[in-house]
T-cell receptor
Framework: NAGVMQNPRHLVRRRGQEARLRCSPM?????VYWYRQLPEEGLKFMVY????????ESGMPKERFSAEFPKEGPSILRIQQVVRGDSAAYFC?????????????FGQGTRLTVV | SQELEQSPQSLIVQEGKNLTINCTSS?????LYWYKQKYGEGLIFLMM???GGEEKSHEKITAKLDEKKQQSSLHITASQPSHAGIYLC????????????WGLGTSLAVNP
């Protein structure tokens, strides 16, 4: 059973470009979480999704950021018109649908650098 | 809002020594998770604690959640270079075990 897969591992974008980060959860997991890790700031929750639904996006910046988790395919975190402050490591985690009180499994992260 | 404070921020120990990392919450913890992160990599789950007074062990790592459920400690016995990395504690709030808040981490180096 493959773990949570994120791609790309590293992404370089120029200011103003779009960044698309992908996350394939573990098999059988329908809950996906995105976190951002900024230098010196630690991990911050961004958004929690289930298949085709955004459950909690309280940690998402109001503009330029969006997330989806379609019925088929990976979850996508999309950042439009990137700025240097978006440079960070973005982690995706997944958990099983019907199980409470279990750990979340994390991917290796995507390290976004905006130049 | 709930905050997690980890101490120490960084730690350098000699191989074979014991060490303890603490995670203190500003509010009652409903679930406390310990993860380890190697530089440039993802998070590896270590342990989850939920009940006051609970203690769990895995190999040479033991984690405890105090009775009042506002502090957890992670203890490593006879440290090895393979224990080096960043240890993160994450906490669940009352309503949602999945939306975790995190401490800033404790960076551990183990000198051979």
């Amino acid at each position: 059973n493959a773990g949570v897969m994120q791609n790309p591992r590293h992404l370089v974008r120029r200011r103003g470009q779009e960044a698309r980060l992908r996350c394939s959860p573990m098999k059988g997991h329908s809950h996906v979480y995105w976190y951002r890790q900024l230098p010196e700031e630690g991990l911050k929750f961004m958004v929690y999704l289930q298949k085709e639904n955004i459950i909690d996006e309280s940690g998402m910046p109001k503009e330029r950021f969006s997330a989806e988790f379609p019925k088929e395919g990976p979850s996508i975190l999309r950042i439009q018109q990137v700025v240097r402050g978006d440079s960070a490591a973005y982690f995706c985690a997944s958990s099983p649908q019907a199980t409470r009180n279990t750990e979340a499994f994390f991917g290796q992260g995507t390290r976004l650098t905006v130049v | 809002s709930q905050e997690l404070e980890q101490s120490p921020q960084s730690l350098i120990v000699q191989e074979g020594k014991n060490l303890t990392i603490n995670c203190t919450s500003s509010k009652t913890l409903y679930g406390l998770y310990w993860y380890k992160q190697k530089y440039g990599e993802g998070l590896i789950f270590l342990m989850m604690l939920q009940k006051g007074g609970e203690e769990k062990s895995h190999e040479k790592i033991t984690a405890k959640l105090d009775e009042k459920k506002q502090q957890s400690s992670l203890h490593i016995t006879a440290s090895q270079p393979s224990h080096a990395g960043i240890y993160l504690c994450g906490a669940a709030n009352a309503g949602n075990n999945r939306k975790l808040i995190w401490g800033l981490g404790t960076s551990l180096a183990v000198n051979p």
